[in-house]
């Protein structure tokens, strides 16, 4: 981490030298694993102050949602400013092994339109290690060459560039209590002091637990964090004198990673902070209106003064003639050896959700969640008969077909209202929007996937847990063979 925080703030040894070409540089900030759990938002356990700075000089979004929750779908979406459903990269880590998924022509991603136009590309990863490209995590084939480094210092003076900076976010917390002990410890170190798990105020859908308490309280200390990351990123832009000519867009991936939320279409999984600053961009504005995470693609086009292909679906959402959206949809497909397909359709008031799968669990096996010190500890109240009825709807044997929320009312989604006949219109409305969208976008996730592509993944997600998590082999194993059982069943 300091090895990073020095490349990219302390050591800049280069002088920005103004040339002809004004146009913005462009960055954009990605955080992980991170729900709106800002200040600016709302958050009252903890302070965030630099973000908040942000927002005060650009534009804060309040209904901001990702167009896939979980990271590989989220990141192909927005490096192409396309619905991942649309281009074939609905399912999680896909693509990784013998079966390649391309991009359809003529789609090409976000930085091949900004080398075009000149611009220098970049994408920094959080350690800084010279000549590293940050994450990307796309599930398509891409030319190694769309990024010219991970740094904008490798540019020609005043040539303007086109920015990525990962930041950790939510994963810096871990998934055990080993972890959470040790990111205090850096916490301490950095920050001056801890969020007390004493403090913490859970959703009413999670136990109040000493263990779901220190995980959410190690979840606020990542946002405090984040925050301060963030303040280090503009100070650097400020000590090179491009602060005032570079757009900023903060954005996190998904939500955060918990039982309802990554990898679900809840809005603990899908609702997320999304904050433009920079020439141009409306101060101290708050825009309610709902927009997609793609949408930062063709904002930041736009403002470099690029023309957005008429491919793209993602929108200006600061054009004078823009129109806002009356929808925003988000998908969930498989995620690693998970198979499931889940829809929703967010509007003004409602959320609509879609289950393809409605005999299945809502929590089925998958290794990934299931490993994590909080899933584990809900099993464990679970199975000791430990929780109230909206808790221990998580564990419910299947799922309604469909859900439908009044978020006005409703916010934390307990109440579905789909069978009540004093919604029918807006369950209709929305079922009918849906149905819309799959076919104008052309959602690839209503074919199943092809089993060679299914087997393919999991051999090269095997080879990975074998060298990074061999205990968890034999899990996975038993999972990808439940799922291929339940698909033979037709459930």
Known sequence: MKRWILLLVVLPAWTYVAAADQRPNILWIDVEDMSPHFSCYGEKTIETQRVDQLAREGTLFTRAYVTGPVCSTSRSAMITGMFQTSIGAQHHRSGRGTEKIQLPAPIVSVPVLFQRAGYYTCNGAPKGKKGRIGKTDYNFEFPRGIYDGNDWSGRKAGQPFFAQIQLHGGKYRGDSQESYEKWAGHVREQLGSITSPEDVTLPPYYPDDPVLRRDWAAYLDTVRYTDWEVGEIVRR????????????????????SH????????????????????????????????????????????????????????????????????????????CDETVDRIRSVSSKRYKYIRNFYPDRPLLQPCAYKDNKAILIRLRELHAAGKLDPVQEALFAPARPMEELYDLRNDPWELHNLAASPEFTGELAAHREALEDWMKETDDQGRKPEPEAMYDSDMKVYLDAMKIRHPERVEEISKNIALMKEWDREGR
């Not at 832009?237 to 955060?256: A, C, M, N, R, W």
């Not at 690029?306 to 959206?325: H, N």
């Open 237 to 256: 832009l400020k000590s090179e004198g491009i602060y005032e000519q570079t757009l900023i867009v903060f954005i996190t991936d998904h939500g955060i």
């Open 259 to 334: 039982a309802r939320g990554k990898q679900f279409c809840y809005e603990e999984g899908i609702h997320i902070p999304f904050i433009v600053r920079g020439p141009g961009i409306p101060s101290g504005k708050r825009r309610d209106d709902l927009i997609e995470h793609i949408d930062m693609a063709a904002l930041s086009l736009a403002a470099a003064a690029i023309k957005i292909p008429d491919w793209m679906q993602a929108r200006d959402i600061f054009a004078k003639d823009y129109q806002p959206r009356k929808f925003a949809f988000s998908a969930r497909d498989r």
